[in-house]
C-alpha cells in the first residue's frame, strides 16, 4: 500500500521558516513526479510547487517563487518543502502528493495526482 505522510508542519511567525518533509512507502520506485499543495480556511485546494522524480524539473506557484524551495532525496524517500519568509497568507493545510506516472513530468494540476496524504498544518502569525 502506498503512503505519504508530511510531518514538519506548525505555528510561526510571519518572515519565519518552517521545512515540510513528505515520507513516501509502498512504491516500488522513486520515479514518479511529485508536487505540494495547500488549502487555506474557506478556499479550494490549490497547487505550490512540483518537482520531477530526479530532481531536475521543479515548477512554482507565484505566489511562493523565490521563497520556497522543493527537492527530493530519493535515498530516503522523502520529499521536502523549504518555506521561508512565511507570510499570514501561507497559512493553510499543506499536502504532498504523487502522480502514479513513471518518469512523468511535472504539474500543477491537481487532477494529475493520484496519492495523496493526509496533510500538514501550518499557521504563520503575523
Known amino acids: 500500500q502506498v503512503q505519504l505522510v508530511e510531518s514538519g508542519g506548525g505555528l510561526v511567525q510571519a518572515g519565519g521558516s518552517l521545512r515540510l518533509s513528505c515520507a513516501v512507502s509502498g512504491l516500488t520506485s522513486s520515479k514518479y513526479p511529485m508536487g505540494w499543495f495547500r488549502r487555506a480556511p474557506g478556499k479550494e485546494r490549490e497547487f505550490v510547487a512540483a518537482?520531477?522524480?530526479?530532481?531536475?524539473?521543479?515548477n512554482y506557484a507565484d505566489s511562493v517563487k523565490g521563497r520556497f524551495t522543493i527537492s527530493r532525496d530519493n535515498s530516503k524517500n522523502t520529499m521536502y518543502l523549504q518555506m521561508n519568509s512565511l507570510k499570514p497568507e501561507d497559512t493553510a493545510v499543506y499536502y504532498c502528493?504523487?502522480?502514479?506516472?513513471?518518469?512523468?513530468?511535472?504539474?500543477?494540476?491537481?487532477?494529475?495526482?493520484?496519492?495523496w496524504g493526509q496533510g500538514t498544518q501550518v499557521t504563520v502569525s503575523s
Open positions: 502528493a504523487a502522480r502514479a506516472m513513471l518518469l512523468g513530468p511535472v504539474s500543477a494540476k491537481e487532477y494529475e495526482y493520484e496519492i
Open positions: 518537482i520531477r522524480w530526479s530532481g531536475d524539473n521543479t
